[in-house]
């Protein structure tokens, strides 16, 4: 298993870029915040698959269109994403 949190690019085929990310159950709720703010981006997130298991960890699975800005707006997501917890935090 990926560290908790950590978005982890499985594979760069074609089109399209497949994903995934583990959330722990004390983090689970920052999977709707990666959610909401990749859909902000148009046409980026083509699928998305979010799992909870019985220990009350989430994978959330991801496909990305490859576009040629997609390591950026994974970038801006993370810092977003980031700065929102932080300020919840503090």
């Given amino acids: 298993m990926s560290q908790e949190g950590t978005l982890n690019i499985e594979s760069l085929s074609g089109s399209s870029i497949e994903a995934t990310m583990w959330f ?3 983090r ?3 999977c709707s915040i990666w959610l909401l703010h990749l ?6 997130l ?5 799992k ?6 989430v994978k959330l699975k991801l496909t990305l269109k490859k576009r040629s800005d997609w390591e950026s ?5 993370k810092l977003t994403v980031a700065s929102l917890i932080m300020k919840t935090k503090g």
């Fill in 24 to 26: 722990g159950p004390m």
């Fill in 28 to 30: 689970a709720k920052e």
């Fill in 39 to 44: 859909l902000d981006h148009p046409n980026f």
């Fill in 46 to 50: 083509e699928r998305f698959v979010c």
């Fill in 52 to 57: 909870r298991n019985t220990q009350g960890k």
């Fill in 73 to 77: 707006l994974l970038a801006d997501t």
